[in-house]
Nanobody, 114 residues
């Protein structure tokens, strides 16, 4: 079955960087769009960035120029490099695969202090 395991979250000061990774298994990684979503307390889950099977990416306006999504098809991983972090980036970040009705990882907490 599909498994997505995130890692790399933590506490960082504003202006700092973090790199999230998602290890995927249970499906043919190269065929599917992978994405990162986030959910802050009291807010709806929102798309942060996505990468389709052809490597085309899209980003939320709020993270353009600061975050970069990348996928390593040899290792079945998708990464999110987050630079110039802001307190409003604080959220639980989830890995997602657009397969069937979609599958989610368990989430990893990112906290940005001011």
């Amino acid at each position: 079955q599909v498994q997505l395991v995130e890692s790399g979250g933590g506490l960082v000061q504003a202006g700092g960087s973090l790199r999230l990774s998602c290890a995927a298994s249970g499906f043919t990684f190269t065929l599917y769009t992978m994405g990162w979503y986030r959910q802050a307390p009291g807010k709806q889950r929102e798309l942060v960035a996505a990468s389709n099977s052809g490597g085309i990416t899209n980003y939320a306006d709020s993270v353009k120029g600061r975050f970069t999504i990348s996928r390593d098809n040899a290792k079945n991983t998708v990464n999110l490099q987050m630079n110039s972090l802001k307190p409003e980036d604080t959220a639980v970040y989830y890995c997602y695969v657009e397969k069937g009705r979609g599958s989610w990882g368990q989430g990893t907490q990112v906290t940005v202090s001011s």
